[in-house]
């Protein structure tokens, strides 16, 4: 009986009121959140492929001109260069099963790699000079994430205590 009026009185119709807003709040910003999160996951993987396409398009025609011609100094240039793009962690020319030239650091992690071979053609033939080892390290995606959703978190958090108070 005590039970039946504690639950029936204007007090306890606010509590849970109150109550209400707060779960409905966190769940409407745990869906959002998880979406929002999801998107700019595929955003950051969708980046990854266009830096390797343009490294395909841009940059390895003359990388396999300076790889026929051995310029070192070229090559090294134009890896150096490679390897500041957004998520880029190594960039190696493999010849004959053996790295000759590299710049960044290789990860043993969750990366992105990809394996494009230089072709040169030369006196009608297409010959393979080497291939270039392209990776992507996922660590700095996967830290972008969570530093959003802690963000995220806390001015939704906040929103919520201030709209409860």
């Known amino acids: 009986m005590i039970l039946l009026r504690f639950f029936a009185t204007p007090r306890s119709l606010s509590r849970r009121f109150v109550l ?6 966190t769940l409407i910003t745990i869906v959002t959140t998880s979406i929002q999160l999801y998107s ?13 396409a343009s ?38 020319i493999e010849e004959n099963g053996k790295i000759s030239w590299m ?30 080892i392209v990776q992507a390290d996922l660590d700095a995606v996967y830290q972008r994430l969570l530093d959003k959703l802690l963000i995220v ?3 939704n958090a906040l929103k919520t205590f201030l709209i409860s108070i």
């Not at 209400?20 to 709040?25: E, R, T």
């Not at 011609?69 to 390897?83: M, P, R, S, Y």
């Open 20 to 25: 209400l807003v707060v779960g409905a709040s």
């Open 40 to 52: 700019d996951y595929k955003s950051d993987l969708a980046s990854i492929d266009q830096s390797f």
């Open 55 to 92: 490294i395909r398009i841009s940059h390895l025609p003359s990388l396999i001109q300076d790889v026929w011609t051995a310029d070192d100094t070229l090559i090294h240039t134009q890896l150096n260069g490679l390897v500041t793009l957004r998520d880029i962690t190594f960039i190696a």
């Open 103 to 132: 710049a960044g650091k290789r990860e043993e992690g969750d990366v992105v790699e990809e394996h494009i071979a230089l072709i040169r053609e030369y006196q009608g033939k297409d010959i393979t000079i080497g291939n270039l």
């Open 153 to 155: 978190l806390a001015t």
